[in-house]
């Protein structure tokens, strides 16, 4: 691209979202009754665009099979009708939720006629750039307008016309509600990509939804905070009190239900002791759903016909029917190799034990750690977020599903009449009250 057209690009995109962040202000003033009467004529919106939508994914699918799309960003990438339906159901949810913005988080009297505040309020302008998966653009942009930002949307080249679609819909939605569209952007081209990680002036948080060597390029090239997950590396622990039964259904929802999906396990770890009865039974429930099966010694021991595993299955994100397997002689084992290998993504530990499942879970280094349940459910929409933006897996706050909470920062205010600083230093200095009002 010649100097000239990047040039162009770039005053494009600082209009973009110049247009976005003076959107985001007035949709940061709207009451919570009004935001939620924007995200219902959103949701309306996309029920009478749907077989407009349809079509616009169609063409994605079959274009991503003349490409030779992968597999896993296939899966991501099909909006059928019942996926579509689920998702404005998610939209409606997210109008049911409390609004985050505006919330007193502390109120104070730091004197008499001397107030503080901490008050909840929106960040401003998200930028989020994703791969596939269409249905991010509805969560995204409704969890945008209850929480009063604006939002840049880049949506990878396998999903445009489904992206184009659905910001069309959510556009006019906004519009039959008399909010401004442009706190609802759509960019289209990996050009727009790399000028929107430059506009560190307009834009408050990138929250990058993809590969970990996309999430590293966008770390690598923006000076605006990041927000997000690279590998969904996540495990299960068989203990040796581990019911069967309870396992097997675990295991085969959280490998089988949605192999592309970031929560889904892609290494099974099984204690020592339970290894010889566990290991036929789960392998026998989950090669007939097709899983192909990779084991260290031990298991292959036990299953002679699995295929051995190598070091660096232990720390690849297979997104796909491939599981691996490794025998750990206890439950510091299975912690050990999930602290060492997992991507603090989701892990969980089937046992009836109590007491061991208190310990993996304090002792894991994860976004989420369960017991006795599929760890599919890292999800905001199964949270009761009503939908997500995406997973954060850092160890600072906002961590695993990122709903309304981490959209949203504070502001101090203090309210006084005349009151000085000089009143409270020095020698006769007056004591603050410091006292916390209803």
Not at 12 to 20: D, E, G, P, R
């Given at each position: 691209?010649?100097?000239?057209?990047?040039?162009?690009?770039?005053?494009?995109?600082?209009?973009?979202?110049?247009?976005?962040?003076?959107?985001?202000?007035?949709?940061?003033?709207?009451?919570?009754?009004?935001?939620?009467?924007?995200?219902?004529?959103i949701a309306q919106a996309l029920e009478s665009a749907a077989s407009d939508i349809a079509v616009a994914n169609e063409a994605d699918l079959k274009a991503a099979l003349e490409d030779n799309l992968a597999k896993p960003l296939y899966g991501r990438l099909k909006l059928d009708a019942v996926k579509l339906k689920g998702a404005i159901k998610g939209v409606r949810d997210v109008a049911n939720l409390p609004d985050p913005a505006g919330a007193v988080q502390i109120h104070r009297e730091l004197d008499d006629g001397l107030v503080l505040k901490r008050i909840a309020c929106p960040l401003g302008v998200l930028g989020i750039i994703f791969e596939s998966r269409p249905d991010a653009v509805m969560q995204i942009s409704t969890l945008a307008v209850k929480s009063g930002n604006g939002v840049i949307l880049k949506g990878g080249k396998e999903a445009v016309r489904s992206c184009q679609a659905l910001v069309k819909a959510i556009r006019q939605g906004l519009t039959n509600a008399g909010v401004d569209p442009n706190a609802v952007q759509l960019l289209t081209t990996r050009e727009e990509t790399r000028a929107l990680l430059e506009l560190d002036s307009y834009v408050d948080l990138i929250i990058p939804r993809g590969s970990n060597a996309f999430v590293q390029f966008v770390q690598d090239n923006t000076r605006i905070p990041v927000l997000g997950h690279a590998d969904g590396i996540c495990h299960l622990y068989v203990d040796v009190a581990a019911d069967l039964g309870k396992t097997t259904q675990i295991a085969v929802d959280a490998k089988v239900g949605y192999p592309s999906a970031c929560n889904a396990i892609e290494t099974m770890l099984v204690h020592q002791d339970i290894a010889a009865k566990a290991l036929p039974v789960l392998a026998t429930a989950l090669q007939k759903e097709g899983v192909k099966l990779l084991g260290d010694e031990a298991t292959c021991q036990v299953l002679t016909d699995t295929q051995a595993a190598t070091e660096e299955d232990w720390s690849t994100e297979y997104s796909d029917l491939i599981l691996a397997i490794r025998v750990v002689d206890s439950v510091d084992g299975a912690i050990d190799h999930i602290n060492t290998y997992g991507s603090r993504h989701t892990d969980a530990i089937a046992t009836e034990n109590q007491a061991t499942a208190d310990y993996f879970m304090a002792q894991v280094d994860a976004a989420g750690v369960y017991h006795n349940c599929s760890t599919r459910f890292a999800d905001g929409f199964r949270y009761g977020f009503g939908a997500e933006v995406g997973i954060s897996t850092q160890k600072m706050p906002p961590r695993g599903p990122v709903g309304l909470e981490g959209l949203v920062t504070y502001k101090y205010q203090v309210v006084g009449n005349g009151h000085i600083v000089a009143t409270y230093s020095g020698e006769n200095a007056k004591p603050f009250t410091h006292r916390d009002l209803v």
């Open positions: 691209m010649s100097v000239s057209s990047v040039a162009a690009v770039e005053n494009s995109l600082v209009a973009i979202a110049h247009q976005t962040r003076q959107a985001a202000r007035t949709l940061a003033s709207l009451s919570t009754q009004q935001k939620n009467e924007a995200i219902e004529a």
